[in-house]
């Protein structure tokens, strides 16, 4: 492929963009787009880390479908290792590397009670 000279200064300047991207995106930690936040990784986060740090929003859980929003809301259960007894949700986080089974009961914390709460009314 030949570039004019045009085309090839946006292509290096979108390499550079690319690069200054990639090295401010600090190790371990994860962006909050809603909140312009960033955020600690935590070994058992899963797939939807941000249920931890703040009250979701409709936005947030929209695009996902009811099967998918019954394993975000289980997931902050799991992640305090609480035992489930429904068979497909005690199989698919057993596949989790984070999730160790510990107890029949957990305590959320009050965000996460509220994301519990507000999953549910959109399963």
């Known amino acids: ?28 930690k994860f962006y909050d787009h809603q909140t312009g936040a960033w955020y600690e990784r935590q070994a058992n986060d899963g797939i ?12 947030d859980i929209s695009s996902f479908s009811k099967g998918e929003l019954r394993l975000i809301r289980n997931e902050i259960f799991a992640r305090y290792g609480y035992i489930f007894s429904s068979n497909d949700l005690r199989e698919y986080f057993s596949r989790q590397p984070w999730y160790r089974p510990l107890s029949n009961e957990v305590h959320l914390t009050d965000i996460e009670q509220y994301n519990v709460n507000f999953i549910k009314q959109y399963e």
Request: proline share 5%.
């Open 1 to 28: 492929v030949t570039l004019n000279s045009i085309e090839q200064y946006n292509v290096e300047y979108i390499k550079q963009f690319e690069q200054s991207i990639e090295q401010s995106v600090p190790s371990g």
């Open 48 to 59: 939807f880390p941000i249920s931890r740090h703040r009250k979701l929003t409709y936005e």
